[in-house]
């Protein structure tokens, strides 16, 4: 008896030593500040966002965005990735080019700083395999935008996170952007919590680590271990 009352403190003292171990790796994740304003739309408007390129009234693309609460006939039923709301985007066709549609910032641009990396992320689900083009770009003195950095990434019908992140800025922007070019094809889809930071990529909701995963597996086991041998 006292040697299984031994392996019951020891099994306990495991498990508060991983509790502590996942509290602390939470209480010491660095605070993340997002630059743009309404990236997970919980003001229930779409704005600073918007859709721009070569549109319908210009002889383009037709495309509509609206704020929803439930993300209503998805193949994979899920809430909004964060708080209440998010957002639909619904692209009627494909365009001449996948630049030709795009979701955008349009009034309310981040500021990058000299010798800063920067983090563009998003979620993003749609019911169909859509390909989209994640970009940050900024203007130059003579009006040139150049892209900074440029992913290009395909939609599954559940939540994911897509990123990228820059390299240091070389110089100071005069204009930014941060863009998706949806144009590739017809669908819709939603996104919801998108940020930019200053740094590298850190997923939003982090999940356990393999190691700790393999060693509540051990523990399991080894419990079980334990209750056999003292039974038998």
Known sequence: MPIMNSKKIILSGMIVLLVVMLISESAFAREIENLLSNGNFEKGVP??????????????????????DKLKDAKVPE??????????????????????????????????????????????????????????????EDGFQPSFQSEI?????????????????PLQPKATRAKFFVGYGPGAFWVDNIKIYIGDYEPTFPTKPKAVE??????????ASIKAKTLF
């Open 79 to 140: 809430d909004p990735i964060e708080g209440k709301l998010c957002l639909l985007v619904d692209v009627d066709k494909a365009a001449a080019a996948a630049g030709d549609v795009q979701f955008m910032t349009a009034n309310d641009p981040p500021v990058y700083k000299k010798g800063e990396k920067y983090t563009f992320s998003a979620y993003i689900k749609s019911n169909e395999k859509m390909r989209f083009h994640l970009l940050l770009s900024g203007g130059s």
């Open 153 to 169: 990434f395909t939609m599954t019908e559940k939540w994911e996170e897509y990123h990228l992140t820059t390299a240091s800025m």
């Open 214 to 223: 393999m060693t509540v597996g051990k523990l399991a086991t080894s419990w």
């Open 47 to 68: 704005a600073p966002w918007a859709i721009g390129g070569k549109l319908r009234d210009n002889g383009g693309v037709g495309a509509t965005m609206t704020v929803v």
